[in-house]
């Protein structure tokens, strides 16, 4: 963990302060993946991780899981840096058909809900039984669509944040905790 933090020290990128531990988010996984379970225990849901951002978080999350799940990937751009840009879809090589499927999509992050709106209507349209959205973090006060997320790990404010899987124009993925990027700071320099 000293030689990560020294990483970032040496990158000048102004880190803020610890929102959500690594150990709350180890001890909030495993509560989540529990009543994704019970949800869908009469279902096969197929996982569809949103990527970049919500590999760690996918990851962590089916190992958590109590039986085998199917999972599909897709790749959906959204940010430049801190701002908002066009939505686009690309789906990740996968076997796995979504027709007639229940589809979780998982997220590292809610805000506006433009991404996760748009990437649902194209699950719908390729045939996807039922759509769902489990994120690690939701910021509500950002929704700027009308969208149910059933399933969330945390809340948070309205801050930029990094780490477990979020990042800043790349950096920052591989932090064990979520913390707020002072964004001022970067703007200034």
Not at 60 to 71: G, K, N, Q
Not at 77 to 103: D, F, M
Request: aromatic share 6%; proline share 4%; net charge negative.
């Amino acid at each position: 963990m000293k030689a990560q933090l020294n990483a970032f020290k040496e990158s000048n990128m102004p880190l803020g302060d610890i929102l959500i531990s690594e150990a709350e988010i180890a001890s909030e996984i495993p509560r989540l993946a529990g009543r994704i379970s019970e949800d869908y225990r009469d279902a096969d849901p197929l996982f569809v991780g949103v990527m970049d951002g919500a590999m760690c978080f996918l990851v962590d999350l089916i190992r958590a899981f109590p039986h085998s799940v199917d999972v599909a990937t897709a790749r959906v751009q959204s940010y430049s840096g801190t701002e908002p840009g066009k939505i686009t879809v690309e789906w990740l090589p996968t076997q796995q058909s979504l027709e007639g499927r229940h589809v979780l999509l998982v997220e590292d992050i809610v805000d506006t809900g433009a991404t996760l709106t748009a990437l649902s209507r194209h699950v719908i349209d390729l045939g996807a039984r039922s759509v769902n959205v489990c994120s690690l973090l939701d910021k509500p006060s950002k929704r700027t669509h009308i969208l149910e997320v059933a399933y969330v790990g945390f809340e948070i404010p309205d801050v930029f944040v990094v780490g477990c899987g979020l990042d800043y124009n790349g950096a920052y993925r591989n932090l064990r905790d979520v913390r707020a990027l002072e964004i001022g700071q970067l703007k200034e320099s």
